[in-house]
């Protein structure tokens, strides 16, 4: 069981920035795509950036160019470096970590809550 453990939400103005940080248990983090979703009130699970194990990154266009995914394997942790964020950014933000071998493996963390407000 992989563990999981979010941090880095918070108040910000519209036009600020946030990191975020997924802490994850795994001794094979380097093997995982990881990926940040959010999940606003009354709203369906939302994937906002992903970031596979060979490094490369896909975003929705709804972020893109704002958000960027990153991760650093030697301290098994991603990042998700958010800016210019808007109101409609309020959100729960949840760390995935998947592992395909025969069949997916995912793991989620609790999420953090960002609240983009004046």
């Known amino acids: 069981q992989v563990q999981l453990v979010e941090s880095g939400g918070g108040l910000v103005q519209p036009g600020g920035s946030l990191r975020l940080s997924c802490l994850t248990s795994?001794?094979?983090?380097?093997?995982?795509?990881m990926s940040w979703y959010r999940q606003a009130p009354g709203k369906q699970r939302e994937l906002v950036a992903t970031i596979r194990s060979d490094g490369v990154t896909n975003y929705p266009d709804s972020v893109k160019g704002r958000f960027t995914i990153s991760r650093d394997n030697a301290k098994n942790t991603v990042y998700l470096q958010m800016n210019s964020l808007k109101p409609e950014d309020t959100a729960v933000y949840l760390c995935n970590a998947r592992l395909v071998v025969l069949r997916a493996y995912d793991y989620w963390g609790q999420g953090t809550q960002v609240t983009v407000s004046s």
């Open positions: 795994t001794s094979i983090f380097g093997s995982y795509a």
